[in-house]
Every structure is written in structure tokens, then in C-alpha cells.
């Protein structure tokens, strides 16, 4: 009688001990990805930055920047910290590459770091999120044969955002990142004597697209860190664009 005592105790156990493994190896299924700091690039990437250069597969086998593909893969190697695993191939065929070998989530809403990915006569194109704000999605890109690195925008209800003519086949999302950026929703005023710059992007070397007088009351929405200096995404005179909160004071 004792033994069969025994040998139930033993049975219990194992169900138990099996019970709770299975529920481990559940929840390691289930785990999901952390968000990532995401810091948005509005600038061209350094000529000694690794991602996109020395450290990229298209730029070592003949084809780097001005080129989409190998911009838009070195700028998600840059975010990941880590080689992706993205296609190799004309930028038309990204999309399909990475939903038939279940690399990423995928689909067709925006987000920060997502590879927006294009059909067109010319190979395709792709090009990356970098800030969704005030309803407007902003992208990085590179152009091959021509720009080495430009900003373009699209409504965020725009089914083919921003592309006329080119088919838009959905967004790949390599992580899932938060933005980095600080919203500051503050009014400022301009405090230098010959005015401050709006420029086309948060950087040194954008294009100035207004000049604000002194005494110019701004609303900056949200703050960006770039090329040293601490940036304010703000409008004037209906032109959307960045400019150097150092340069301002509280209202």
C-alpha cells in the first residue's frame, strides 16, 4: 500500500513538473518585442558612418549611396545595431521578401523605423519613417543616381503615401520603437537680433526655407537633438520645418 502511495506521489509530481514547463515555454512564445529609443535622422549620414558605408552590403558590392536600398538598409542596420534581414535586391522587391520568409511584422499603417517599400518602372523604391506628427508622416530617403539623401512627406490618410504613379505595397517594421524625441508643446519667441532660420530639416546643412524676424512668437511641438544643437519642429507663415530653440526664449 505504502509503495502505491509512493508511486502516486511520484506520477503527481511529474504532471506538475510537466504542467509547469509547458506554461514556460508558453510565455516564451508569447513574448513580445521591446520598444526602442528611436532618434530620428534628418540629416545625411557621415561618409565615416559605418552603417552606410564600410559596414554596408550594397556599398561593398558596388552600389552604395546615392542609392535607396543601400541607404534604407544601412539606416535600419544603424537602428537595430545589428545586420537586418532585408533583401539584397531591387527595392520592389523588399516587401515580398520579407512577408514570404516572416522576417518582420508588416502591413500597411506607419510607424517610426518602418521601410516604406514602393513598385515603380525604375526598380522600386524604399524609404524610412522618421517622424509622424501633426498628421504628416516625414521619410528618408536616397535616390540612386541622384540625391544622396532627402526628406520627403506624406498625409498620414494617403493610401500611396506620397508617390503618385508608384504602387505602394506596405511597410515593413523591423522593431517597434518610441520616439526619443520630447514633445514640447511651448510658445517661444525669437531672440536673436537679425532673425533665426526655418529650416527644410533638423540639421546645420538643410535648406532654410524662412527667416523669423526677432520677436517672432513660434509654437515648437516637439524638440529633436542634431548636429549638436537642440531643435524645434515648429511652422511660420504656413512652412512647417526646424529650427534652433537656443535661439529662442519663453514667451
Known amino acids: 500500500m505504502g509503495f502505491r502511495i509512493f508511486k502516486r506521489r511520484i506520477i503527481t509530481t511529474l504532471l506538475i513538473l510537466g504542467i509547469i514547463s509547458s506554461l514556460v515555454c508558453v510565455s516564451v512564445k508569447i513574448e513580445r518585442k521591446s520598444e526602442k529609443n528611436f532618434s530620428p535622422r534628418m540629416t545625411p549620414p557621415e561618409y565615416t ?12 558590392s558596388g552600389f552604395g549611396m546615392p ?5 534604407a538598409w544601412g539606416r ?9 534581414k532585408l533583401s539584397t535586391s531591387n527595392a520592389r522587391e523588399w516587401y515580398s521578401y520579407n512577408r514570404e520568409n516572416n522576417f518582420y511584422d508588416y502591413g500597411k499603417t506607419p510607424k517610426l523605423g518602418a521601410i516604406a517599400c514602393f513598385d515603380n518602372p525604375y526598380g522600386g523604391h524604399v524609404a ?11 521619410f528618408s530617403n ?13 498625409d498620414i490618410n494617403d493610401k500611396n503615401p506620397g508617390q ?18 520630447e514633445s514640447l508643446n511651448s510658445m517661444r519667441v525669437i531672440s536673436v537680433s537679425d532673425g533665426l532660420n526655418l529650416r527644410k530639416y533638423a540639421g546645420i546643412n538643410a535648406d ?3 527667416v ?28 512647417v520645418g526646424y529650427c534652433v530653440i537656443d535661439y529662442t526664449a519663453s514667451v
Not at 143 to 153: D, K, M, P, T, V
Not at 169 to 175: A, K, L, R, S, V
Request: with cysteine; charged share 15%.
Open 49 to 60: 558612418n559605418y552603417y552606410y558605408y564600410s559596414g554596408n552590403i550594397f556599398y561593398n
Open 67 to 71: 542609392n535607396c536600398t543601400a541607404y
Open 76 to 84: 535600419v542596420y544603424e537602428l537595430l545595431g545589428k545586420e537586418p
Open 128 to 138: 524610412v519613417v522618421e517622424d509622424i506628427d501633426a498628421g504628416t508622416i516625414t
Open 142 to 154: 536616397s535616390a540612386f543616381q541622384g540625391e544622396n539623401f532627402y526628406l520627403s512627406y506624406a
Open 164 to 181: 503618385n504613379g508608384w504602387e505602394f505595397q506596405g511597410y515593413i517594421y523591423p522593431d517597434d520603437f518610441t520616439n526619443s524625441c
Open 208 to 210: 532654410v526655407i524662412a
Open 212 to 239: 523669423m524676424p526677432k520677436k517672432s512668437q513660434i509654437f515648437i511641438t516637439s524638440v529633436y537633438r542634431s548636429d549638436g544643437y537642440l531643435w524645434g519642429k515648429t511652422s511660420y507663415n504656413g512652412n
